[in-house]
């Protein structure tokens, strides 16, 4: 068992939801394991979560535990949330005394799986149903508050949200960098630690850092550190003329844009958005394109130079209408609105 | 369904015994008295005479103990003299995801028939043939109306069962089979009405029937029955008890009138705003209520007061927090649970909340940690919904934000 700690990195991401104490992963294993047994030994029903990003991690853990039930006489059946999303008419159907379900799949069953949860929940106590739910982050938001009564009679949520350190763990340490969303200035701060983390741990010519800097320069920016978000964005920057990513180049260029404009020097944010815009249009980036002339826009109203903020706004609710891109045209809208009051 | 209840002498049993989910069966002794016995003022309202067969609202926080006090009032010696108790949960017998005033009608009269009959009596001949004669035209229509076969050939019983099960079904199904009794609703209340008058006078007691689990539809559908059917659901002639959401049993449009309204507070812990006071009754009272199920040896004092201090005065929250807590005890290799492990009950719950709080929750839950006051209900009644505020009553009602996320707020 020890040998899962040894090929994961823990990204430390539940600092992000302030469980500050974080123990090993075979302690969690093992914490796992011996409820479902314990729930066995008592009769008891169990719904359990556990939370994870990377695949490779969840059937490493999985592998695990079902190993631990299976010393103790139980067995272990997986379930695709997808195919069956009446879980609890499948557990009812199923169970044998000893069965441990573990469920995968959640969004895949989504909502249909959702309903069936939240108003048969008492099925699945009253047949004894020992289940885990693997879950990400996203898919526990969506049980939370959409499955109220079903959340509400979980018995733990356990936390496995490392990432495999072999080449596979790519594509969760990508979603990872490139997430800027956060709800609250605490987990912006406690992103932009783990970022930084990460980031030092990597070497520079990996396309992940290049992720990571922007990201790192977005929130930032969102906390008001402006100067540091420039230092951040001109890195990526660097990076991405380096590999030759045009798409990227256009994006950090509209990033300085908004820090410059954000600490007050709006004719040097302008001059960014120049050089964005022209990227965007080389390489018919309309999303892009539309979004430097919106902060185009931006700018010349701060400003004050109200007919030229109008005419670009236009010419990006334009582009926003024909690429449907709903963020474009609402930021539009609305400031041609308050502009034009 | 727990099946045995022992005061657990070590943290493995208690673990068992904190088991969150089961309402607790009449007589159990893990049964807390609250103050003031707030069940007692609808016991008596039921027992009091009535000129018309009165209809009450009850409600409460999620996991407060309202089946488990449902389940005492059903089981009272007193009520069980003045009356033939129908109890039922809409969650076994309709489809709380798509539920309106004619599937709540339909299984009172439903659970009333097969209840009765269940316990072994038998409705009068005349009655029957009318019932018969109402199943055939429903029938008839339904055969008609839809292609479904409908012939139900097992009598009344089945009938009633497979109609149950019918707006459990499917969408389409269901729809006909409501669109088919909708119209015809008086016809429905009248048979209620005479199955109930023929029971009342076989038993020579008054029928109440005590409905749980109203609260779980969902809010828009709730509000639907309780704002704009509260007509045809207090049309049958006997006593009923229906329960409530929380989130709209405050609001103006349900206009129940206030003595058919009953409340299961929360217990009090702290008076209104002052968090760091302390009511020794309803640490008293929480106490009792984890001492009923573990010996007191198993936590420690300061373990204990974080513990019912972070259950916010919400027996299943309680619950909650002390068995995770004696997980956490048990993983240490501890026989005694301490104040660390309740504080990593208390974390996990925290975070739990932080999934599904939206980020204009904050400041609602800002404003409310601050002045503990009520301001639009509509604001606060998906948290009221969630548990992330909590509704407190004294001379006065007022709310507060779930202990655990106190921490949260404050430092944001």
């Known amino acids: ?36 047994i314990r729930a066995h030994k008592y009769n008891k029903a169990s719904i359990l979560f556990a939370l994870y990003l990377s695949e490779y991690v969840r059937a490493d853990v999985e592998k695990e535990i079902r190993q631990l039930l299976n010393e103790q006489g139980l067995e272990s059946l ?42 048969k929940r008492e099925e699945i106590i009253d047949h004894r149903v020992k289940a885990v739910f693997w879950v990400t982050d996203k898919e526990l ?95 990526a920057l660097v990076i ?81 209408k024909e690429i449907k891109d709903p963020r474009i045209i609402n930021f539009c809208e609305e400031n041609l609105k308050s502009i034009k009051s | 369904m727990q099946e045995e209840f022992i005061i657990a002498e070590d943290l493995d049993l208690a673990w068992s015994n904190f088991e969150p989910f089961y309402p607790l069966p009449a007589n159990s002794p893990f049964h807390v008295e609250r103050k003031g016995k707030p069940l007692n003022r609808l016991k008596r309202a039921l027992l009091r005479q009535h000129r018309q067969s009165p209809k009450y609202f009850f409600s409460g926080h999620r996991g407060c103990g309202k089946s488990t006090e449902l389940n005492r009032l059903a089981a009272d010696s007193k009520i069980n003299e003045k009356f033939f108790i129908v109890k039922y949960s809409v969650k076994e017998v309709c489809d709380v995801n798509n539920l309106n005033y004619v599937d709540v009608l339909f ?75 909708e119209p015809r609703l008086s016809d429905l209340i009248d048979k209620i009405n005479l199955i109930i008058a023929n029971i009342e006078s076989n038993e020579k007691k008054k029928v109440l029937v005590l409905i749980d689990d109203l609260d779980k539809p969902r809010l828009e559908q709730a509000k639907e029955i309780f704002y704009n059917s509260q007509t045809p659901i207090t049309q049958p002639i006997c006593h009923i008890v229906y329960t409530v959401p929380i989130s709209i049993f405050f609001t103006k449009e349900f206009t129940a009138i206030r003595e058919s309204r009953f409340f299961l507070p929360n217990v009090k812990l702290h008076s209104k705003n002052d968090r760091n006071s302390k009511d020794e009754e309803g640490y008293g009272l929480m106490g009792q209520f984890i001492f009923h199920r573990m010996k007191a040896r198993l936590i420690q004092p300061d373990a204990l007061d974080l513990a019912i201090t972070m259950g916010a005065g919400v027996f ?92 949260l707020v404050e430092n944001d």
């Open chain 1, 1 to 36: 068992m020890m040998r899962l700690g040894a090929i994961y990195i823990l990204l430390l991401l539940s600092l992000l939801r302030m469980t500050e104490i974080i123990d090993p992963i075979e302690v969690r294993v093992s914490r796992l394991g011996n409820y479902l």
């Open chain 2, 107 to 181: 299984s009172i009269g439903a659970q009333l028939y097969i209840q009765y009959i269940d316990s072994g009596k038998e409705l009068k001949p005349e009655l029957i043939k009318q019932l018969e004669g109402w199943k055939h035209s429903i029938e008839k229509i339904s055969e008609k109306e839809t292609s479904i076969e409908a012939s139900i050939d097992g009598g009344l019983r089945t009938f009633f069962l497979s109609v149950l099960a019918r707006i459990r079904s499917e969408d389409t199904t269901r729809k006909t089979i409501k669109e088919i009794i």
């Open chain 1, 141 to 235: 938001t969506r049980i939370g508050n959409e499955a109220p009564d079903f959340f509400a009679f979980r018995n733990r949520v356990i936390e496995f949200v490392e990432v495999p350190l072999a080449e596979e763990r790519r594509p969760a340490v990508v979603e990872f960098a490139l997430e800027t969303e956060y709800r609250s200035l605490d987990e912006i701060k406690r992103s932009i630690k783990l970022k930084e983390t990460l980031l030092s741990e990597l070497s520079k010519d990996d396309e992940i850092s290049g992720y990571l800097l922007s990201s790192l320069g977005i929130l930032y920016d969102q906390i008001g550190s402006y100067k540091k978000a420039i230092e951040f964005h001109e890195q």
């Open chain 1, 240 to 320: 991405s003329k380096e590999i030759g990513d045009r798409r990227g180049e256009g994006n950090h260029l509209g990033n300085l844009g908004n820090a410059y404009s954000h600490l007050g020097q709006v004719e040097k944010a302008i001059e960014y958005y120049q050089k964005a815009l022209v990227i965007s249009k080389e390489i018919g980036d309309r999303r892009g394109e539309g979004a430097d002339l919106g902060n185009l826009g931006n700018a010349y109203s701060h400003l004050g130079q109200v007919e030229k903020a109008i005419e670009y706004y236009e010419q990006a609710l334009l582009i926003g």
């Open chain 1, 78 to 119: 997986g379930v695709d949330a997808g195919e069956y999303k009446d879980l609890p008419s499948f557990f009812s159907s199923r169970s044998a005394e000893g069965t441990v379900f573990f469920v995968h799949s959640m969004e895949k069953g989504f909502p249909e799986a959702l309903r069936y949860l939240n108003f």
């Open chain 2, 316 to 407: 299943r929250e309680t619950a909650h927090i002390i068995q995770i807590a004696a997980d956490s005890a048990i993983e240490n290799d501890r026989d005694q649970i301490i104040e660390e492990d309740v504080k990593r009950a208390e974390r996990e719950i925290r975070s739990d909340f932080r999934r599904i709080l939206k980020t204009e929750d904050y400041a609602t839950l800002k404003e409310i940690c601050m002045d503990n006051e009520i301001k639009g209900i509509d604001k606060i009644g998906r948290l009221l919904h969630n548990l992330s505020v909590l509704e407190y009553m004294n001379d006065e009602t007022w709310c507060d934000i779930h202990p655990t996320l106190v921490e």
